[in-house]
C-alpha cells in the first residue's frame, strides 16, 4: 500500500519544534552514583551524585547493600565500580520534580561483582504507572555497561524508581540518571504510517506512553559517545545495520550549519547533521542498485516510535529532488525540498512516524530512486527508534504491599488478569444484554413522578440524562432472576437510596441497589453513579457492572464485596465476631482507600471528581480485606470554580468538611478533610461522632488532634493496637492524618500526597528508622529487621579472575564473594 505524504504541510509544526528548546539548558540533576559516598565527575562535566547521603531524593525502605570493587578494568567508567544491591522491593524517590514535563531516565547496569550480579533477575518499574524492564538481567561481562534509556510524562512529584526482585534473586543498580527532557524531545502525537493504527489520516497521540531508547544510528565512522552528544546519547554508525555493501557515498560538512545551534542542537549532535548516506544515479547506474536498506532487530506486532533525520549537505543549490522511502512494505514519498524552505542549504530537520512491526522480528528501513528522473537523489543523516511502552495501570512498584505480602510480580500478574476477568464478565454482560433486548424490543421509559405527587408523567432517560452509557444496561429479568426476586434473604444491606441486594449472574456474584418502586428519592444520585461510573475504572474503586432503567425501575449493579464495610470491622456488626484488625492490615486498607481517591482526583478523566461522602461505611473490603471506595451517588464532576456556591450542603455529619459547610465552596480538599477522619477511625476503632462521650471527645478529628499537641496520643489509640506499632509508623500516620484535617482546606495535602506518607508509614513499620525511640509515651521499641534472601544463587558461573574482593555498607569491610554471600545469607552451590 502506497502512503503519500507531502512534508510541506509540516513546516510550521517543525519550525515551532525548532523554537520550543530555546530556553531549554543542559540538566544538572538527578545524577546519582548508586552505592558511593562520593561524586564523580565525567568528561562531559555531568557530576554522578553519591546515593549514600541523600539530598532531595530518598531510598525506601532504604534496606540495600553497598557493592565496590576497584579491581575492575581503566576502560570501564569509574562509575561501574559501586553498585547498590537490594533482595526486596525498593526504589528511589526523587522530591523536586517540574511538573507536567518529560523526563528521561537512563539506568546503568554493570556485574561489579559477577559471581552474583550476573544472576540477578528483577523489575524496574515507575511510579508514573510503567513498568520499563521485566525479568531483566545482565550477562557475566566485564567489558562493557548495560544502559536502557526511557523518556514519559511526569505530571507531578515526588517521582519514585522501583527495583523489584524476582523470587528467590536480587536487584541492582549502579547509576541513575533523571532529568527533565527539552521541549521537543518527545512529541504529543505522530503520524502513523502503518495500516493497523492510520484512520483517515488521524495522529497518534503519544502523550500517555513511554518509550524505549533502541537505537539511535547516525551516518559516519565509529561511535559517537555520550561525552560528544548534547544530552549525552550514544549513537552507532550505520554499517552495524547494513547487511550488503551498499554503493551509497558518505558525505561530511565541516562548516556551521544553517540554524542557531542552541534551537535544535538537543534534538541530535552536530555530528550527525555534519554526516549524510546520499544514494545518487551516477552511483546507483554503476553499480546497479538504487536501493540503500537498514536492517533493524525488533519485537514482533510492536509499536515503535521512527525519528528521521536530515541536514542537506549535498546540493548547494535549488535543484528539486525527490525520493521513496519504505517502511517494511510502505512506501512514502518524501519531498525534502518542500520542507527545507526551498531547499536550505544545511538547515537541519526531522520527521516522526509510528510503526508497527510484523511477526518477522525485523525492521527493514529503505531509500529508492527514481529510475526514469536523472536528478533522483537519496539521502539521511540519523535514525531514531524507540519502542513504545503502554501504561500497566497498575500501581506498579506498590510499596503498599508489606514483606510478607506477594512480590511486585505476582502483584502485577494477579491485578491483570482479574482485569480481564472482569472485562470479560462486562463484556460478556454487554452481549447477554444486546440479545436480551433484542428479544424484548426497545426498553421502555421511565415512568417518574413529579413535584406534584398525585401526577404523574412518562419521561424518556435521554431526556433526564442523555449522556448515560446505555452499553451498561441490564434487563430487569436478569437482575429479577439474579436474586431470586428480590426475596428478603437475599438482602445485605439498606440505604438512603434503596435496599441493597446480592445476586449471582453469571459466574460471578454481584451486589445490586435498588430503589424503592416508583418513589422520586435518588434519581439525581442514579444517574450521577451510572454517568462517572462509565468513565471510570481502578482497582481501588468498585466497578459497576450495569444498571436498569426499565419501568419505574432504578437499579445498579456493583462487583460484590463480600467483606461489607470497613466500619464494621472497626467498630461496627463484624467487630465482636472477629479478631481485630492488625495495624499492617489497617495500614493496606488505608493506602487502597487513598490510591482510589487519588485516582478520582488526578487520574480519572480530564475533570476532576470529588467523592463529596467518603466515610468509613463507604470503604468496601473483600474477602481478603483489600479495600475499594463505593459510593459516588452524591459525587461532583469538574474543575472547582472559586465563584460557585453549593447551596446546598452534602456529606455526612462527623465527616463534613468546616470550611465546605461555612463556604459552600467545595473543593477536593474536602474530600481530603473526611479521609483525614476515617484515618482517625481507623487508629481508633471508633466514631466520628460520640454524643455521650464527653465534650471534647465528642468530635473525634478535634480530641485526635487535641490529644497530638498535649503528647498524649495514646488516648486516642485502639487498645488492641497498643504496643503493635512501630514508633515512626505511628508519627507519620498520624502526622498526615493531622494534616488532612486542617480546618483551611489550602494547608491540606493532596491525595498523591497522603497515598505517598501513608506508605511511608506503612514502610516505617517493618523497617525502623533509628533505634530504642518510643512515640509521645508509647512503649513500642525500634527492633532492626534482618535481610533475607533464600536462594542459592552463587558460584553458578565461574569466576574470570578478576578480584572478586569488595566493600560493604558504611564500614567499608572488605569481603570476597564467599563472605558477600554469607551476609546475605546465599546457599552457595558448587
Not at 135 to 161: Q, T
Amino acid at each position: 500500500m502506497a502512503i503519500m505524504l507531502f512534508l510541506s504541510h509540516l513546516l510550521p509544526l517543525l519550525l515551532l519544534q525548532f523554537s520550543s528548546s530555546l530556553a531549554y539548558s543542559p540538566p544538572n540533576k538527578y545524577f546519582l552514583n548508586c552505592g558511593s559516598e562520593s561524586d564523580t565527575e565525567l568528561i562531559n562535566k555531568r557530576r554522578f551524585v553519591g546515593d549514600a547521603k541523600p539530598n532531595d531524593w530518598s531510598i525506601y525502605p532504604g534496606k540495600s547493600k553497598i557493592v565496590q570493587n576497584t579491581t575492575i578494568p581503566k576502560s570501564i567508567n569509574e562509575i561501574y565500580q559501586t553498585a547498590r544491591v537490594y533482595n526486596k522491593a525498593t526504589w528511589y524517590v526523587f522530591h523536586n520534580i517540574t511538573p507536567n514535563g518529560t523526563y528521561v531516565v537512563r539506568l546503568h547496569f554493570f556485574p561489579t561483582l559477577p559471581q552474583i550480579m550476573s544472576q540477578a533477575r528483577f523489575n524496574v518499574s515507575v511510579s508514573c504507572g510503567f513498568v520499563l524492564l521485566s525479568n531483566f538481567s545482565v550477562e557475566n561481562d566485564l567489558k562493557a555497561a548495560v544502559v536502557k534509556e526511557f523518556a514519559f510524562a511526569v505530571n507531578d512529584g515526588p517521582f519514585g524508581i522501583g527495583f523489584s526482585p524476582m523470587e528467590s534473586s536480587l536487584a541492582f543498580v549502579n547509576a541513575i540518571e533523571l532529568f527533565l527532557a527539552p521541549g521537543d524531545f518527545k512529541p504529543d502525537s505522530v503520524f502513523p504510517i502503518s495500516p493497523e493504527v492510520r484512520r483517515m489520516n488521524t495522529m497518534y497521540t503519544l502523550t500517555f506512553d513511554a518509550w524505549n531508547a533502541v537505537y539511535r544510528v547516525w551516518m559516519g565512522r565509529g561511535m559517537i559517545t555520550p561525552e560528544n552528544d548534547t544530552l549525552w546519547r550514544t549513537w552507532l554508525p550505520d554499517s552495524e545495520f547494513m547487511p550488503l555493501q551498499s554503493s551509497a557515498r558518505t558525505v561530511t560538512y565541516n562548516q556551521r550549519l544553517n540554524y542557531d545551534i542552541q534551537e535544535t542542537i538537543y534534538v541530535a549532535p552536530v555530528f550527525v547533521y555534519n554526516n549524510a548516506k546520499v544514494l545518487d544515479m551516477n552511483t546507483s547506474t554503476s553499480s546497479g542498485d538504487s536501493t540503500l536498506t537498514w536492517i533493524f532487530n525488533v519485537k514482533k506486532k510492536s509499536k515503535y516510535f521512527l525519528r528521521l533525520l536530515w541536514c542537506d549537505i549535498i546540493t548547494p543549490h535549488s535543484t528539486p529532488f525527490y525520493f521513496n522511502i519504505f517502511f517494511d512494505i510502505n512506501q512514502t514519498d518524501l519531498r525534502p525540498t518542500d520542507v527545507t524552505q526551498n531547499n536550505v542549504f544545511a538547515l537541519p530537520f526531522w520527521y516522526e512516524f509510528l510503526i508497527v512491526t510484523d511477526h518477522s522480528g525485523f525492521f527493514n528501513l529503505s531509500i529508492s530512486l527514481d529510475k526514469k528522473d536523472p536528478l533522483s537523489w537519496g539521502f539521511l543523516n540519523g535514525i531514531e527508534i524507540m519502542e513504545l511502552i503502554e501504561k500497566s495501570f497498575v500501581g506498579v512498584v506498590d510499596l503498599s504491599m508489606g514483606e510478607e505480602k506477594q512480590s511486585p510480580k505476582m502483584i502485577i500478574v494477579g491485578v491483570c488478569v482479574g482485569g480481564v476477568v472482569i472485562v470479560g464478565l462486562i463484556i460478556g454482560l454487554a452481549v447477554f444484554c444486546f440479545v436480551r433486548n433484542r428479544k424484548l424490543g426497545k426498553h421502555r421509559p421511565i415512568l417518574l413522578p413529579q413535584n406534584d405527587p398525585s401526577s404523574e408523567k412518562i419521561v424518556s432517560i435521554a431526556d433526564i440524562a442523555p449522556n448515560l452509557n446505555l452499553e451498561l444496561k441490564i434487563p430487569f429479568g436478569v437482575i429479577n432472576d439474579a436474586t431470586n426476586g428480590f426475596e428478603d434473604k437475599k438482602m445485605i444491606g439498606i440505604g438512603g437510596f434503596g435496599k441493597v441486594y446480592v445476586g449471582r449472574i453469571g459466574e460471578k456474584d454481584v451486589a445490586v441497589k435498588r430503589s424503592q418502586p416508583g418513589h422520586g428519592q435518588g434519581i439525581k444520585e442514579f444517574h450521577t453513579e451510572v454517568i462517572i461510573f462509565s468513565q471510570i475504572r481502578h482497582r481501588f474503586l468498585v466497578s459497576l457492572y450495569g444498571y436498569c432503567d426499565e419501568n419505574q425501575e432504578m437499579i445498579l449493579v456493583y462487583e460484590y464485596m463480600e467483606g461489607g464495610t470497613l466500619k464494621d470491622y472497626l467498630y461496627g456488626s463484624k467487630a465482636k465476631d472477629n479478631v481485630p484488625l492488625t495495624w499492617q492490615k489497617r495500614l493496606e486498607i488505608c493506602i487502597d482507600a487513598a490510591k482510589g481517591l487519588d485516582y478520582l482526583h488526578t487520574g480519572s478523566t480530564a475533570t476532576i471528581i470529588i467523592h463529596r461522602d467518603i466515610k468509613t461505611t463507604n470503604i468496601l473490603l473483600d474477602k481478603e480485606l483489600n479495600a475499594k471506595v463505593a459510593d459516588f451517588g452524591i459525587s461532583k464532576t469538574g474543575v472547582p470554580d472559586a465563584k460557585e456556591l453549593d447551596t446546598t450542603i452534602r456529606g455526612t455529619y462527623g465527616y463534613l468538611d468546616p470550611e465546605y459547610f461555612n463556604t459552600g465552596q467545595l473543593t477536593e480538599k474536602s474530600d481530603v478533610y473526611s479521609f483525614g477522619v476515617v484515618l482517625f477511625e481507623v487508629l481508633s476503632a471508633r466514631a466520628p461522632i460520640v454524643k455521650t462521650a464527653p465534650s471534647e471527645e465528642t468530635n473525634l478529628a478535634d480530641w485526635a488532634v487535641l490529644c497530638k499537641s498535649r503528647g498524649e496520643i495514646e488516648k486516642v489509640i485502639d487498645p488492641f493496637l497498643i504496643g503493635t506499632i512501630e514508633a515512626n509508623s505511628l508519627r507519620k500516620f498520624v502526622e498526615v492524618a493531622e494534616k488532612c484535617v486542617d480546618e483551611v482546606g489550602a494547608n491540606r495535602p493532596s491525595m498523591h500526597d497522603v497515598v505517598y506518607d501513608l506508605e511511608l508509614a506503612f514502610q516505617f513499620q517493618f523497617t525502623p528508622v533509628g533505634e530504642g525511640k518510643a512515640y509521645e509515651g508509647m512503649s513500642t521499641t525500634i527492633v532492626e529487621a534482618p535481610w533475607e534472601i533464600d536462594s542459592g544463587i552463587l558460584d553458578r558461573i565461574p569466576s574470570k579472575g578478576i578480584d572478586d574482593s569488595v566493600m560493604l555498607d558504611e564500614d567499608s569491610t572488605t569481603m570476597n564473594a564467599r563472605e558477600l554471600a554469607a551476609e546475605f545469607k546465599i546457599d552457595c552451590a558448587r
